[in-house]
T-cell receptor, first 114, second 113 residues
Framework: DADVTQTPRNRITKTGKRIMLECSQT?????MYWYRQDPGLGLRLIYY???????NKGEISDGYSVSRQAQAKFSLSLESAIPNQTALYFC?????????????FGPGTRLTVL | QQQVKQSPQSLIVQKGGISIINCAYE??????FPWYQQFPGKGPALLIA?????SEKKEGRFTISFNKSAKQFSLHIMDSQPGDSATYFC????????????FGTGTKLQVIP
Protein backbone atom coordinates (compact mmCIF):
# COMPACT_ATOMS: atom_id res chain seq x y z
CA ASP A 1 0.00 0.00 0.00
CA ALA A 2 1.14 3.53 -0.76
CA ASP A 3 2.08 5.02 2.55
CA VAL A 4 3.80 7.69 4.60
CA THR A 5 6.47 6.36 6.94
CA GLN A 6 8.45 8.11 9.64
CA THR A 7 11.64 7.07 11.39
CA PRO A 8 12.33 6.80 14.21
CA ARG A 9 8.96 6.32 15.90
CA ASN A 10 10.33 7.25 19.30
CA ARG A 11 13.47 9.10 20.28
CA ILE A 12 14.89 10.31 23.56
CA THR A 13 17.81 12.69 23.35
CA LYS A 14 19.66 15.25 25.43
CA THR A 15 19.73 19.01 25.24
CA GLY A 16 22.18 20.25 22.64
CA LYS A 17 22.20 17.12 20.51
CA ARG A 18 21.49 17.19 16.78
CA ILE A 19 18.50 15.14 15.76
CA MET A 20 17.13 14.17 12.36
CA LEU A 21 13.63 12.88 11.78
CA GLU A 22 13.00 11.22 8.45
CA CYS A 23 9.90 10.91 6.32
CA SER A 24 9.37 8.79 3.23
CA GLN A 25 6.30 8.39 1.07
CA THR A 26 5.26 6.04 -1.69
CA UNK A 27 2.15 7.98 -2.65
CA UNK A 28 3.85 9.88 -5.43
CA UNK A 29 2.71 13.18 -3.93
CA UNK A 30 4.59 16.37 -4.67
CA UNK A 31 3.78 18.22 -1.47
CA MET A 32 5.22 17.36 1.93
CA TYR A 33 4.81 18.94 5.37
CA TRP A 34 6.21 18.74 8.88
CA TYR A 35 3.97 19.46 11.89
CA ARG A 36 4.40 19.26 15.61
CA GLN A 37 1.55 18.35 17.94
CA ASP A 38 1.41 19.56 21.53
CA PRO A 39 -1.47 19.06 23.97
CA GLY A 40 -3.82 22.02 23.85
CA LEU A 41 -2.01 23.58 20.89
CA GLY A 42 -3.09 21.27 18.12
CA LEU A 43 -1.04 20.78 14.98
CA ARG A 44 1.36 23.55 14.03
CA LEU A 45 3.16 23.74 10.71
CA ILE A 46 6.97 23.79 10.88
CA TYR A 47 7.99 23.59 7.22
CA TYR A 48 6.42 22.63 3.93
CA UNK A 49 7.67 21.81 0.47
CA UNK A 50 5.75 21.81 -2.79
CA UNK A 51 8.53 20.14 -4.75
CA UNK A 52 12.21 19.29 -4.41
CA UNK A 53 13.33 22.85 -5.13
CA UNK A 54 10.67 24.57 -3.05
CA UNK A 55 11.01 24.85 0.76
CA ASN A 56 8.89 27.17 2.86
CA LYS A 57 8.81 28.11 6.53
CA GLY A 58 5.67 27.46 8.50
CA GLU A 59 4.46 29.21 11.62
CA ILE A 60 7.06 27.74 14.01
CA SER A 61 10.26 27.15 12.01
CA ASP A 62 12.75 28.63 14.50
CA GLY A 63 15.13 25.95 15.76
CA TYR A 64 14.34 23.59 12.89
CA SER A 65 15.65 22.98 9.39
CA VAL A 66 14.55 20.66 6.60
CA SER A 67 15.91 18.92 3.56
CA ARG A 68 13.94 17.60 0.60
CA GLN A 69 16.35 14.96 -0.73
CA ALA A 70 13.94 13.63 -3.35
CA GLN A 71 10.28 13.85 -4.17
CA ALA A 72 9.67 10.98 -1.76
CA LYS A 73 11.88 12.07 1.14
CA PHE A 74 11.63 15.04 3.49
CA SER A 75 13.78 15.26 6.62
CA LEU A 76 13.42 17.50 9.66
CA SER A 77 16.48 18.45 11.71
CA LEU A 78 16.89 19.94 15.13
CA GLU A 79 20.40 21.35 15.10
CA SER A 80 20.64 21.74 18.87
CA ALA A 81 17.67 20.18 20.61
CA ILE A 82 16.09 21.91 23.60
CA PRO A 83 13.47 20.57 26.05
CA ASN A 84 10.61 22.66 24.67
CA GLN A 85 11.00 20.78 21.40
CA THR A 86 9.64 17.72 23.16
CA ALA A 87 6.53 16.91 21.12
CA LEU A 88 4.87 14.55 18.69
CA TYR A 89 6.06 15.24 15.13
CA PHE A 90 4.09 14.37 12.03
CA CYS A 91 5.02 14.29 8.39
CA UNK A 92 2.23 14.69 5.85
CA UNK A 93 1.86 14.64 2.08
CA UNK A 94 -0.67 15.93 -0.40
CA UNK A 95 -1.26 15.93 -4.10
CA UNK A 96 -2.02 19.20 -5.89
CA UNK A 97 -4.48 17.31 -8.04
CA UNK A 98 -6.60 16.39 -5.00
CA UNK A 99 -9.90 18.20 -4.78
CA UNK A 100 -9.45 19.22 -1.18
CA UNK A 101 -5.67 19.12 -0.89
CA UNK A 102 -6.25 16.23 1.52
CA UNK A 103 -3.20 15.69 3.66
CA UNK A 104 -2.05 12.16 4.44
CA PHE A 105 -0.21 11.86 7.72
CA GLY A 106 2.47 9.46 8.83
CA PRO A 107 2.27 7.64 12.18
CA GLY A 108 4.31 10.26 14.01
CA THR A 109 7.60 10.45 15.90
CA ARG A 110 7.50 11.02 19.62
CA LEU A 111 10.56 13.08 20.56
CA THR A 112 11.68 13.69 24.12
CA VAL A 113 14.48 16.15 24.83
CA LEU A 114 15.94 15.85 28.33
CA GLN B 1 -2.12 34.46 16.79
CA GLN B 2 -4.54 31.58 16.54
CA GLN B 3 -6.45 31.80 13.29
CA VAL B 4 -8.80 28.88 13.97
CA LYS B 5 -10.36 28.61 17.42
CA GLN B 6 -11.84 25.26 18.44
CA SER B 7 -14.03 24.28 21.37
CA PRO B 8 -14.49 22.40 23.58
CA GLN B 9 -11.07 20.99 24.37
CA SER B 10 -12.67 17.77 25.58
CA LEU B 11 -16.10 16.23 25.33
CA ILE B 12 -17.80 13.23 26.92
CA VAL B 13 -20.96 11.94 25.24
CA GLN B 14 -23.16 8.98 25.93
CA LYS B 15 -23.49 6.30 23.27
CA GLY B 16 -26.28 7.28 20.91
CA GLY B 17 -26.00 10.97 21.70
CA ILE B 18 -24.98 13.88 19.51
CA SER B 19 -21.42 15.20 19.67
CA ILE B 20 -20.92 18.82 18.65
CA ILE B 21 -17.57 20.52 18.12
CA ASN B 22 -17.34 24.17 17.17
CA CYS B 23 -14.76 26.21 15.32
CA ALA B 24 -14.42 29.86 14.46
CA TYR B 25 -12.05 31.59 12.10
CA GLU B 26 -10.95 35.15 11.47
CA UNK B 27 -9.33 35.16 8.07
CA UNK B 28 -11.98 35.74 5.42
CA UNK B 29 -9.56 34.40 2.80
CA UNK B 30 -10.15 30.87 4.09
CA UNK B 31 -12.17 28.96 1.53
CA UNK B 32 -11.80 25.33 2.51
CA PHE B 33 -12.74 23.78 5.85
CA PRO B 34 -11.75 20.16 6.56
CA TRP B 35 -12.13 18.09 9.69
CA TYR B 36 -9.52 15.50 10.65
CA GLN B 37 -9.93 12.55 13.02
CA GLN B 38 -7.03 11.15 15.02
CA PHE B 39 -7.04 7.87 16.93
CA PRO B 40 -4.48 7.27 19.69
CA GLY B 41 -1.08 6.35 18.29
CA LYS B 42 -2.05 7.32 14.75
CA GLY B 43 -1.71 10.32 12.50
CA PRO B 44 -4.76 12.46 11.71
CA ALA B 45 -6.90 11.45 8.74
CA LEU B 46 -9.38 13.50 6.73
CA LEU B 47 -12.93 12.87 7.90
CA ILE B 48 -15.05 15.36 5.98
CA ALA B 49 -14.59 18.77 4.36
CA UNK B 50 -16.72 21.65 3.13
CA UNK B 51 -16.39 24.66 0.87
CA UNK B 52 -18.10 27.97 1.80
CA UNK B 53 -20.57 27.85 -1.06
CA UNK B 54 -22.74 25.40 0.90
CA SER B 55 -24.09 25.64 4.44
CA GLU B 56 -24.10 21.95 5.26
CA LYS B 57 -22.45 18.72 4.21
CA LYS B 58 -23.40 15.30 5.47
CA GLU B 59 -21.53 12.03 5.20
CA GLY B 60 -23.15 9.22 7.12
CA ARG B 61 -23.40 10.19 10.78
CA PHE B 62 -21.05 13.15 10.33
CA THR B 63 -22.31 16.60 9.34
CA ILE B 64 -20.50 19.90 8.90
CA SER B 65 -22.59 23.04 9.40
CA PHE B 66 -21.10 26.24 8.01
CA ASN B 67 -22.09 29.84 8.78
CA LYS B 68 -20.13 32.15 6.52
CA SER B 69 -21.47 35.40 7.97
CA ALA B 70 -20.56 34.36 11.51
CA LYS B 71 -17.27 32.79 10.36
CA GLN B 72 -18.11 29.64 12.25
CA PHE B 73 -18.38 25.97 11.39
CA SER B 74 -19.16 22.90 13.40
CA LEU B 75 -19.01 19.12 13.30
CA HIS B 76 -22.01 17.12 14.43
CA ILE B 77 -21.70 13.39 15.08
CA MET B 78 -25.11 11.80 15.24
CA ASP B 79 -25.73 8.54 17.13
CA SER B 80 -22.22 8.74 18.62
CA GLN B 81 -20.49 5.38 19.10
CA PRO B 82 -17.55 4.31 21.30
CA GLY B 83 -15.57 3.80 18.09
CA ASP B 84 -15.89 7.54 17.45
CA SER B 85 -13.71 8.22 20.49
CA ALA B 86 -10.79 10.16 19.06
CA THR B 87 -9.32 13.63 18.80
CA TYR B 88 -10.96 15.85 16.19
CA PHE B 89 -9.26 18.79 14.52
CA CYS B 90 -10.98 21.44 12.48
CA UNK B 91 -8.90 23.28 9.94
CA UNK B 92 -9.10 26.04 7.39
CA UNK B 93 -7.24 26.57 4.15
CA UNK B 94 -6.77 29.37 1.68
CA UNK B 95 -5.13 30.14 -1.58
CA UNK B 96 -5.21 28.66 -5.02
CA UNK B 97 -4.93 24.92 -4.94
CA UNK B 98 -5.62 24.94 -1.21
CA UNK B 99 -1.93 24.90 -0.59
CA UNK B 100 -1.86 24.54 3.19
CA UNK B 101 -4.20 24.52 6.13
CA UNK B 102 -4.26 25.97 9.61
CA PHE B 103 -5.47 23.56 12.30
CA GLY B 104 -7.53 24.18 15.40
CA THR B 105 -6.32 23.03 18.80
CA GLY B 106 -8.26 19.77 18.80
CA THR B 107 -11.15 18.22 20.74
CA LYS B 108 -10.76 14.94 22.55
CA LEU B 109 -14.05 13.08 22.29
CA GLN B 110 -14.93 10.18 24.54
CA VAL B 111 -18.12 8.25 23.86
CA ILE B 112 -19.15 6.19 26.86
CA PRO B 113 -21.43 3.13 26.68
Amino acid sequence: DADVTQTPRNRITKTGKRIMLECSQTKGHDRMYWYRQDPGLGLRLIYYSFDVKDINKGEISDGYSVSRQAQAKFSLSLESAIPNQTALYFCATSDFRGSYNEQFFGPGTRLTVL
Amino acid sequence: QQQVKQSPQSLIVQKGGISIINCAYENTAFDYFPWYQQFPGKGPALLIAIRPDVSEKKEGRFTISFNKSAKQFSLHIMDSQPGDSATYFCAAGAGGGYQKVTFGTGTKLQVIP
